[in-house]
C-alpha cells in the first residue's frame, strides 16, 4: 500500500527560531530554517476510493499551526512516543476534528505509554477526568499502546528508544520509521528497523548533548540500519539547513517543516 509522511514539524522543544536568538540561522530569511516543534503525518487510501486515512505522531504546541498549513481535515489516530511539552500540549487542537470523527466512527484513538498517558491526564483533567462537565471537550479516547497496533489496514510497531535516562517510543509503520529525541538505540530495537526504506531520526547538532543525538551518532545509526533514504529531524538553531545539507551524503538529509516523501505501508 502507498502512503504519504508529512514533516508537520522538524525543530527542537524551542522551535526555530528560538525566542531571543539572533544567530544566523533563527535570523536566516531561508524559509528551511523555520522550524515547528517535532511532528508528522502520515495518510494513505486503504481502499479507493474510500476517505484519505491519517495519523499523527505526536501533537505538539504548534499543531494547529500545523494542521492548518496541510490541510488537515480528519485524524484517524495519534500516536505519542512520550509525554514532553514540545509533544503532547496541541492535544486539545484535536476538538475540532474529533467532534466530526466521533459522529462518524467514535472518539479518536490516542496510543501512549503508561507515563504517557498518566501526563495526558494531568494536563488534559478537564478532558479525561471522571467528572469531567467541559461540553465541548476533546472526543478523545486514551488507548494502552501495544508492541504492535493496527490502525485501516497499517500495523504502528513500536520501537523502543532511550531519550536520556527515559524508556520512550518511536514507531514503524510498513518499510518507514520515526525515531525522536532519541539519544540511544537498544540492541533488541534494530531487528524491528530491518528492511526500512525511509528511515526519520532525530539529529539535534553536532556538539554532545545528554539526551539527544548528534548528526554523527545518527548518521552512524542511518548507515547500520541500511534505510534507502534517512532524513534527520529534531534540528536545532545550530544547523543551517542548506550549510549542513551541503555536507551531507544524499541519502542522508535534514528534513525541513512541510516536505512530503512517499512510503510503502
Request: charged share 20%; proline share 7%.
Amino acid at each position: 500500500m502507498e502512503g504519504k509522511l508529512t514533516f508537520l514539524g522538524t525543530g527542537t522543544s524551542m522551535g526555530v527560531p528560538s525566542l531571543g536568538c539572533i544567530c544566523a540561522v533563527c535570523t536566516s530569511s531561508d524559509a528551511h530554517d523555520k522550524r515547528l516543534r517535532p511532528s508528522v503525518l502520515i495518510t494513505w487510501r486503504e481502499n479507493a476510493p474510500g476517505p484519505e486515512r491519517a495519523v499523527v505522531i505526536d501533537t505538539g504546541p504548534d499543531f494547529r499551526q500545523q494542521a492548518l498549513r496541510v490541510g488537515l481535515k480528519r485524524v484517524d489516530a495519534v500516536f505519542y512516543t512520550h509525554g514532553h511539552a514540545d509533544h503532547v500540549l496541541g492535544m486539545d487542537d484535536l476538538r475540532p476534528l474529533s467532534f466530526a470523527a466521533s459522529r462518524e466512527s467514535g472518539p479518536i484513538p490516542l496510543y501512549a505509554a503508561p507515563q504517557t498517558i498518566e501526563i495526558l491526564e494531568k494536563i488534559f483533567d478537564y478532558t479525561f477526568s471522571p467528572d469531567a462537565t467541559y461540553i465541548n471537550r476533546a472526543r478523545v479516547k486514551l488507548e494502552p499502546l501495544k508492541d504492535r497496533n493496527r490502525i485501516h489496514g497499517v500495523d504502528f510497531v513500536r520501537i523502543p528508544v532511550e531519550h536520556g535516562g527515559q524508556a520512550i517510543d518511536g514507531f514503524r509503520f510498513g518499510a518507514a520509521a520515526y525515531l525522536t529525541d532519541v539519544s540511544a538505540i537498544p540492541e533488541a530495537s534494530f531487528p524491528l528497523l530491518e528492511g526500512v526504506e525511509v528511515l526519520v531520526l532525530a539529529a539535534l547538532r553536532h556538539a554532545p548533548h545528554p539526551s539527544h543525538a548528534t548528526v554523527e551518532q545518527a548518521l552512524a545509526w542511518a548507515r547500520r540500519i541500511g534505510a534507502r533514504q534517512t532524513w534527520f529531524t529534531h534540528i536545532a538553531h545550530d544547523l543551517g539547513h542548506q550549510e549542513t545539507n551541503a555536507k551531507l551524503p544524499a541519502e542522508a538529509q535534514l528534513a525541513y517543516d512541510g516536505l512530503s516523501v512517499p512510503v510503502t505501508l
